[in-house]
């Protein structure tokens, strides 16, 4: 039996933090099993949606972005290199050549979101509006931007993807951030 090498050492578990990657296309979660398997810490966003066939009903989970998952790790380690070289991961999400970090809060609301399973569906991304966080329920500290149209709704983005989601937010009590 071969012994594997950490990825995570006291110095990286300090530098890490949570980046986006781009995987092949319906290969979120096969990716994220193989970097599980080499150590990684990995999140994968999945939502459940209910399909209806002539003969049955399926609950399915479904990845929340399609084509995206997010790892957390110290870039300047050698870990980046074990991520790149994972079957299925295409490359770190960047804006020209910087590979950029998504917030920790951002995934942890998102978490959060998922794990009281509160309906939701994916919005448009924005950027403009008012960044509200949810005071008191079981969504107490979630941020994101209120959008005023018919409904009141909650739009959680997720910058360094572009991709939000949206959740109505009757009956809770906001405040501006």
């Known amino acids: 039996m071969m012994a594997s090498r950490a990825l995570f050492t006291p110095q990286t578990l300090e530098a890490a933090q949570w980046y986006a990657i781009l995987t092949k296309y319906r290969f979120e979660r096969k990716a994220v099993a193989h970097l599980a398997s080499k150590g990684v810490e990995t999140f994968l966003p999945l939502l459940e949606e ?40 295409l490359r ?18 998102l978490r ?12 448009a991304f924005l950027t403009v509006g008012q ?23 909650l739009v959680i983005s997720i910058t360094s993807i572009q991709r939000s989601v949206a959740i109505k937010i009757e009956g809770y009590e906001l405040e501006l951030i």
């Open 92 to 109: 770190f999400v960047a804006f020209g050549k910087d590979v950029t970090a998504v917030p920790a809060k951002q995934v942890e609301d």
């Open 50 to 89: 209910i399909r209806l066939w002539s003969d049955r009903r399926k609950t399915l989970r479904i990845p929340l972005f399609p084509g995206y998952a997010f790892v957390r790790l110290d870039l300047a380690s050698p870990a980046r290199l074990d991520v790149l070289r994972t079957e299925g991961v």
């Open 112 to 123: 959060k979101l998922l794990s009281h399973k509160v309906p939701c569906s994916l919005h």
């Open 131 to 153: 960044r509200v966080r949810i005071r008191g329920g079981c969504l107490d500290g979630l941020e994101g931007i209120l959008e005023q149209n018919q409904e009141r709704n």
